[in-house]
Every structure is written in C-alpha cells, then in structure tokens.
C-alpha cells in the first residue's frame, strides 16, 4: 500500500513558476512508475507528465506542457516533483499525484493503469 502527499500547489499569475512535491510512503518507491495528472472543472482528468520506476531514466509530458513542466524523482527522499514554468491560466486545475506497479521503464498516460492516488493539490493561475 502506497500513500502519496502532494504539496506546493497555490495562487500564482501567468509566468510565474510552482513546484509540486508528491511524497510517497509504503511500498518499494523505486518498483512505481509515476506520474502527474490534473482535473479542471468540469473536464476530465488528464495525463500531465510521467516517470519510469527507479532511476527515473525515461520521461513523458503532455504536449500542452512540454517545454514548460518537468517531472523528476528523488528515490533518497521518495518523492517525484512537477516543476512548472511559465504558467498559463489553462493550467488552473487540481493536479493529482499517481503511481503504479511498473515492470518495465515505459511511462503510461493512460490512468486507469495508475493504482495510487493522492488527494490533490489546487493550482490556479491568474491572468
């Protein structure tokens, strides 16, 4: 049984930068692959940004972030954090932090393949 924490989430203007902490407790950190997703109001939960289990050697974003946010793990402290740059209003969303049983060093979007789940951490971003 994995618990998982997110932290850092807040009220932020376009531009600006925030750094989500997602920390984990239980289990083998590095046997799950994680990831990132987010849900804005009245949409679906969405794939944010993904890490391969244990050195964390392969990565995915969302093309909406890609270049803007990276995902990174720290196994010594077992927590994966989303850095995110350059906010835009569209990012206001709850983001939730996710983890999975990994085999294999493939980052999965899809999130029914994640068992884990945080209880979210608000973002809003103000124009």
């Known amino acids: 049984q994995v618990h998982l924490v997110e932290s850092g989430g807040g009220l932020v203007q376009a531009g600006d930068s925030l750094r989500l902490s997602c920390a984990a407790s239980g289990g083998s950190f590095t046997s799950y692959g994680m990831a990132w997703f987010r849900q804005a109001p009245g949409k679906e939960r969405e794939f944010v940004a993904g890490?391969?289990?244990?050195?964390?050697?392969?990565?995915r974003s969302a093309d909406s972030v890609k270049g803007r946010f990276t995902i990174s793990r720290d196994n010594g402290k077992n927590t994966v954090y989303l850095q995110m740059n350059s906010l835009k209003p569209e990012d206001t969303a709850v983001y939730y932090c996710?983890?999975?049983?990994?085999?294999?060093?493939?980052?999965?979007?899809?999130?029914?393949?994640?068992?884990?789940w945080g209880q979210g951490t608000q973002v809003t971003v103000s124009s």
């Open positions: 996710a983890a999975r049983i990994a085999a294999l060093l493939t980052v999965v979007v899809d999130p029914r393949n994640y068992v884990y």
């Open positions: 890490i391969s289990r244990s050195d964390g050697a392969n990565t």
